[in-house]
């Protein structure tokens, strides 16, 4: 399951110009608090869990953070997708509110229906690393397949 969502990044970017890798941080941050449930950064975050800076948050999760983190990114995206233009048109302090705001929804909705507690669940470091290196593996597994398959793609559309 790949977590770091590329087409949340790639809309947010191509969104809002110069400003959208700095506000991809701060939804990517949002996500996971509200998956979470810290108010700190990321960064101040991992440091307190003392997390190497390699192990990302979607490595440390269980698959039942994995999956709350999807649907927190999922909900992320439509938001942003569904109210671009509006989003375009306001100043950077209240699109953060919104953010923040979206944030605070995905995360009563955890709370509220009992998964407010994903902190306790997190994986070890050496769990983390072990699900990064499975992840990276079926990744390139993936690629492989993909790769292979092509060549006959292209020779059944040629046909």
């Known amino acids: 399951m790949m977590l770091k969502n590329a087409s949340l990044q790639e809309l947010i970017a191509g969104g809002f110009g110069q ?3 700095k506000l991809y941080a701060i939804a990517a941050n949002h996500i996971n608090q509200a998956v979470l449930g810290f108010t700190q950064t990321t960064t101040s975050f991992k440091k307190q869990q ?3 800076r390699h192990i990302s948050i979607p490595d440390i999760l269980n698959m039942q953070g994995q999956v709350a983190r999807c649907y927190a990114e999922t909900c992320f995206q439509k938001f942003v997708s569904d ?10 302090a209240d699109l953060i509110k919104e953010f923040t705001q979206l ?7 955890f709370v509220s229906t009992g998964m407010g507690d994903l902190q306790a669940k997190v994986l070890t470091v050496a769990e983390a690393k072990k699900h990064k290196a499975e992840i990276g593996l ?3 597994k993936q690629q492989k397949l ?3 398959e092509q ?9």
């Open 151 to 159: 060549p006959k793609l292209i020779m059944c559309t040629a046909v």
């Open 19 to 21: 400003t959208g890798c």
């Open 103 to 109: 944030k605070l929804n995905i995360r009563q909705g």
């Open 146 to 148: 993909l790769q292979a």
């Open 138 to 140: 079926q990744s390139r």
């Open 50 to 52: 003392q997390l190497p």
């Open 83 to 92: 109210n671009l233009q509006r989003l375009r048109d306001l100043p950077e």
